[in-house]
């Protein structure tokens, strides 16, 4: 089965500027999830859809940070303007809701900003 | 407040010798518990998992670890290491129920010497 893909895999924007990342889950995977991992920690959640809907948003910096994820499949990222703190590996994942608790992570997108 | 903590943040090993990295969880009920391991540029890939049943599970490339209830514990554990296993390893805890978000620890840097 495909992985959970993301794109781009590097970007290197300026401060102020603004940026977006996507995620494509694996196909039937309901839940998708964004994580923001700086270097030296473990990752942390931003956001939390199911299906279409969010579940999670609590810290997700709204005032520049936004996602989407339309007809509950793929999923966008977005940060505007950005910060010199956001910098930051952004780990897309999915998993199902059944008992399995199958969990899948992207190989994540690496944002410098400068 | 629910939390994941590694206490070590950097262990050194000789290739060959046993491997233990410590994880503990704080937890309102007996959480799912996770160990993901991260290699440099890459996304997190599931090591082994713990929901219910036999505290001592056996996960993939000869990891397996202990859930103690008493201790709050899931602790991760190798026989034998070799130098392939350099990596960055993350505990995480989840809710007992599938489709909710993990939360990580910060993770332990594993290097190998020869």
């Known amino acids: 089965e495909a992985g959970v893909a993301q794109s781009p895999r590097y970007k290197i924007i300026e401060k102020r500027q603004s940026v977006a990342f996507w995620c494509n889950p694996i196909?039937?995977?309901?839940?998708l999830y964004w994580y923001q991992q700086i270097l030296g920690q473990g990752p942390k959640l931003l956001i939390q859809?199911?299906?279409?809907?969010?579940?999670?948003d609590s810290q997700l910096p709204k005032d520049r940070f936004s996602a989407e994820r339309l007809k509950g499949v793929d999923s966008t990222l977005k940060i505007q303007p950005a910060k010199l703190e956001d910098s930051a590996v952004y780990l897309c994942?999915?998993?199902?809701?059944?008992?399995?608790?199958?969990?899948?992570f992207g190989s994540g997108t690496r944002l410098t900003v400068v | 407040a629910q939390s994941v903590t590694q206490p070590d943040i950097h262990i050194t090993v000789s290739e060959g010798a046993s491997l233990e990295l410590r994880c503990n969880y704080s937890?309102?009920?007996?959480?799912?518990l996770f160990w993901y391991v991260q290699s440099p540029g890459q996304g997190l890939q599931l090591l082994l998992k713990?929901?219910?049943?036999?505290?001592l599970v056996q996960g993939i490339k000869g990891f397996e670890a202990e859930f103690k209830r008493s201790q709050s514990s899931f602790n991760l554990r190798k026989p034998s290491v070799h130098w392939s296993d350099a990596a960055e390893y993350f505990c995480?805890?989840?809710?007992?129920?599938?489709?909710?978000?993990?939360?990580f620890g910060k993770g332990t840097t594993l290097s190998v010497s020869s």
């Open positions: 859809f199911q299906n279409n809907g969010v579940v999670d």
């Open positions: 995480a805890v989840g809710a007992p129920q599938a489709g909710t978000a993990l939360i």
């Open positions: 937890y309102g009920a007996t959480p799912y």
């Open positions: 994942a999915s998993s199902l809701t059944g008992r399995n608790y199958g969990y899948t």
């Open positions: 713990y929901f219910s049943g036999d505290t």
């Open positions: 196909s039937g995977h309901a839940t």
